[in-house]
């Protein structure tokens, strides 16, 4: 009589700890991208944005400043062509970094943007970004890399500078060890 | 099941008898806590003084991180689930625990997982030196290669305590002597309960954070690195969904123990059971909505820093009441001061120590000093040493005398509590100090101005030490023999226990006891 009472209870609490691993694995990594998303936590800015025609708002300039970091062991110049413009909200802005590897031999990178003040995330657009892809560069090359971004007239009145930041990371080895099992890693909204 | 045990080694191979694997859990746990001890003095030795002496500061970090690894998971985990297995059958009234065959697997591979995780030690590039919170990215792209076995013991460990965590909700739910009811149930008994449910579920999120570590390791995934599109801040959310409430399984028994000693010498009846119950299933529920106050510093957004300060703060709640239950429990009781009531009485001052620094902590504007300081190095040290170690030991004195039929050395148990009383105080107070100043945590060498207090915490440190060797050789001589125990072994204590004769018979409670 005991037995089968146990064995009951026992498979009841196995698939709870099962459905606790698939939540941890399966559940929780898509949830945090989406709160992220949702809230422009941790700077990460949306994907590729269609531009939809929108009133120029003349009145008022934002400044926009440029950074650009290397993570660790990145050998790449990188750098903003310009650090800081100042737009109008509504209004499309080009501008390009500068990247050059002066290694000897070919690399792959990937930039990885992040903004502050989080609260300005989702009124900042990139209508075109070289972190949309992978940067592919030759022993000795250099290239420019273009942006272009559009901030939301909604902008909340406080922010008057908005700090976009690019990390470039070395993704050399990862691309090439992927080349075989097509990863969604490069289809990574930036 | 009527027979006896077997002859011989394979006695405890084969054993699915609960005592025999309390008491290897319980041996266990104790082999792990001296090793994981001499790496805490290998950390204090070379804390001693500033400037590097004893070791590099490579393997420094391979210490701190053992050491962390090797208690949490190898001396306090496995200490209470010993504790479990001998007394929550003959707490409830049942033969055994309700899967036997289990019990006996979910000890065995522990061995297994730790001499994985220890054999790191003699691995080409080190052992894991990451930390206990192993952080990605620390813990995947700068891991040394024995990361892969340290991830696999980890699965391990989370096997044993998943299994041995439905053993225990299966026994309690269902094993029960009739007439035995829910809220009559002794408070050792509900607080496992509710531990147990906290193990699966959150035992699980732990392997699925190291699993999630493996594949971005050897699998090319990136969950954890910036530059595949994952993000190393969803490692610590992770970690810490599963961490916080570790610190509560690491604490909830304890509270059993204590509200089980603290009324056998008090000489009065638990003051406010049925709220101490209630209290823990509050603590347990709100343990899985505060873990990012491990995380105020990453750049939360400010409801979020306040939301987990709040909720953080409303755990000392409970954890209030608590201490109320208990102090109200000796108000006006005829107290005595055996060993087990003085490491009790202890577990209740300095437990309440911790949770005080902890709602320091807990003030997120003032976390960002404290973060990362030796400030929390004493937190944790506060409710973890004289909280779970205490409890432990109080538990084991205390039931002792049941488990070998003989009285342990009072004079002998008095020596112990007072040295590790003491050494404990005088290792751990002054972290409070240094960390306030500056100190931070996790490193071989500091500045100067932190060396007076750093040495008197060593001197501590050793002394603490000594204090475990003493109670080795008193727990050896009380198996061995010396004055034998009443059945009752104390005045007039409460529970099944002590209705059994002392030593508890291999086979307890075959046909239930009447439940009054
Ligand atoms: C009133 C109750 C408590 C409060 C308010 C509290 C609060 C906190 C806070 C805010 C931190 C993070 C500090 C930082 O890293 O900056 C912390 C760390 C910690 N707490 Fe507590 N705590 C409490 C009770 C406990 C208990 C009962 C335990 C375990 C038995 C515990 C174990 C730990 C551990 C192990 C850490 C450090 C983890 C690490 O970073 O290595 N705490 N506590
Ligand atoms: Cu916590």
């Not at chain 1, 050998?75 to 500068?98: C, N, R």
């Amino acid at each position: 009589m005991w037995w089968s009472d146990n064995a009951k209870i026992a498979t009841k609490l196995l698939a709870l700890a099962a459905s606790m691993l698939v939540f941890a694995i399966f559940v929780m990594p898509p949830l945090y991208d989406a709160f992220c998303e949702i809230t422009g936590l941790n700077g990460k800015t949306g994907g590729k944005y269609e531009a939809v025609p929108a009133a120029v708002d003349r009145d008022r300039l934002v400044t926009v400043q440029f950074v650009a970091s290397n993570n660790e062991n990145m050998p790449w110049g990188f750098k903003p062509s310009v650090v800081t413009v100042k737009v109008h909200p509504g209004e499309a802005m080009d501008t390009v970094f500068l990247a050059s590897n002066p290694t000897d031999r070919d690399m792959v990178a990937q930039a990885i943007p992040s903004l502050v003040p989080f609260k300005a995330a989702e009124y900042f657009h990139k209508t075109e970004c070289f972190c949309f892809n992978q940067q592919a560069l030759k022993a000795g090359e250099s290239a420019e890399l273009p942006l272009r971004f559009i901030v939301d007239p909604d902008l909340p009145p406080s922010v008057n500078t908005i700090t976009l930041s690019y990390t470039l990371f070395d993704i050399t080895e990862r691309v090439s060890s992927n080349l075989d099992n097509k990863n969604t890693d490069s289809e990574r909204e930036g | 099941m009527a027979h006896g045990p077997q002859p011989g080694f394979k006695r405890w191979l084969y054993t699915t008898n609960h005592k025999d694997i309390g008491s290897m859990y319980l041996w266990f746990s104790f082999a792990m806590f001296l090793l994981g001890g001499c790496m805490a003095l290998v950390i204090r030795a070379e804390l001693f003084e500033p400037g590097l002496q004893i070791v590099q500061p490579e393997f420094f970090n391979q210490m701190t991180t053992m050491h962390g690894l090797i208690m949490v998971f190898g001396a306090v985990m496995p200490a209470f689930v010993g504790l479990a297995n001998w007394m929550i059958p003959m707490m409830i009234g049942a033969p055994d625990m309700a899967l036997p065959r289990m019990n006996n697997w979910s000890f065995w591979i522990l061995p297994f997982a730790f001499a994985m995780l220890a054999s790191t030690l003699f691995m080409e590039g080190g052992a894991p030196n990451f930390g206990w919170t192993f952080y990605a990215p620390l813990s995947t792209e700068y891991a040394p290669p024995s990361v892969t076995f340290f991830i696999f013991s980890i699965h391990i460990m989370g096997a044993s305590s998943i299994m041995g965590s439905i053993n225990i909700i299966a026994t309690i739910l269902n094993m029960r002597a009739p007439g035995m009811t829910l809220m009559k149930m002794p408070l050792f008994v509900w607080t496992w309960l509710i531990t147990a449910y906290l193990l699966i579920a959150v035992m699980p999120v732990l392997a699925g954070v190291v699993t999630m570590m493996l594949m971005d390791i050897h699998f090319g995934t990136s969950f954890f690195s910036a530059a595949g599109g994952g993000d190393p801040v969803l490692f610590q959310h992770v970690f810490w969904f599963f961490g916080h409430p570790e610190v509560y399984i690491m604490i909830l028994p304890a509270f059993g123990i204590v509200s089980a000693i603290i009324p056998t010498f008090a000489r009065k009846p638990l003051f406010g059971y049925s709220s101490m119950v209630y209290a823990t299933a509050s603590i347990a529920f709100l343990s899985f909505i505060v873990w990012a106050h491990h995380m105020f510093t990453v750049g939360m957004p400010i409801a979020g820093e306040l939301f987990f300060m709040y909720a953080t703060m409303l755990i000392a709640v409970p954890t209030g009441v608590k201490v109320f239950n208990w102090v109200t429990t000796m108000f006006r009781g005829s107290m005595t001061f055996e060993t087990p009531m003085l490491f009790a009485v202890a577990f209740v001052i300095l437990f309440t120590i911790g949770g005080f620094s902890g709602l320091m902590l807990a003030i997120a504007p003032a976390d960002f000093q404290y973060h990362d300081t030796y400030f929390v190095v004493a937190h944790f040290h506060y409710v973890l040493v004289p909280g779970a170690i205490f409890s432990i030991t109080a538990g084991v004195y205390y039931w002792l005398p049941k488990w070998t039929g003989n009285m342990y050395n009072e004079t002998m148990g008095k020596v112990h509590f007072w040295l590790a009383f003491i050494g404990l105080n005088v290792t751990f107070f002054p972290m409070h100090f240094v960390g306030l100043a500056g100190m931070p945590r996790r490193i071989p060498d500091y500045a100067l101005q932190f060396a007076d207090f750093n040495q008197i915490a060593s001197v501590g440190a050793f002394l603490f030490g000594a204090a475990q060797l003493v109670f080795l050789f008193n727990v050896i001589r009380t198996v061995q023999g010396g004055n034998k125990a009443t059945d009752e072994v104390w005045e007039n204590p409460e529970g099944l226990e002590w209705t059994v004769p002392s030593p508890a018979p291999y086979h307890t409670f075959s046909t239930p006891p009447a439940v009054r």
